[in-house]
């Protein structure tokens, strides 16, 4: 139970979170970025988790995936925002920021970070997407009207730190028959691939994409 601060219980030798131990996956480093990359971008939708700038609490908004830096070999992830909306105030204040993303099947993934609001036009434009219109409108001023050159519109540049994520290793009906299994033995079900990126492991990857280049 070393480094823990909090516990309910003592398992003496056995993992007390057999699940984690069973499902734990060491793939080599490309295979886990390119896995986690593949997941978030299929999955599209994502929890953004941001540290609300009046109180303090955490707040979380659904945003759609617009696309990734590939200078950071696609490790960072691109989101569109309106500039004038809460969740910039929040990331003036503190840039800390959590992304989930999860889908019907229950793989998950979860990825914590430092994002950026980037006003640059080029960048706005490379991204732009004609259903931001229905976002934002039209004030009918010629300035603010939901296309490109829009001030309001802006990107949030989520910079990966550290990532966890989990994807299936079996199909649905072999997942249900190890459940299954694992709930009349008691021996924890193998249903997933579980994997972290640690901050070495991120700085590896950008470093080894940028001496390619």
Known sequence: MSGKTFSNADTGNKPADPYKAKNKDEAPLKEKIEDLISFVEASKFGMMTTKAADSGLLVSRCMALAGKAS????????????????KTDDLATDPKINIAFINSSGEWASISGEAEVITDRDLVKKHYSRQLKAWLGDLGD???????????????????????????NRNAVARGVEIAKGAVTGEAASVNKLRSLTAEEINTWRTSVNLVK
């Open 71 to 86: 200078e950071d070999g696609g490790i960072a992830f691109i989101f569109h925002t309106n500039t004038e909306s809460g």
């Open 142 to 168: 010629g300035k603010h009207d939901g296309g490109p050159d829009d001030p309001r519109i802006g990107v949030i540049k989520v910079n990966t730190i550290t990532a966890t994520y989990a994807v299936a």
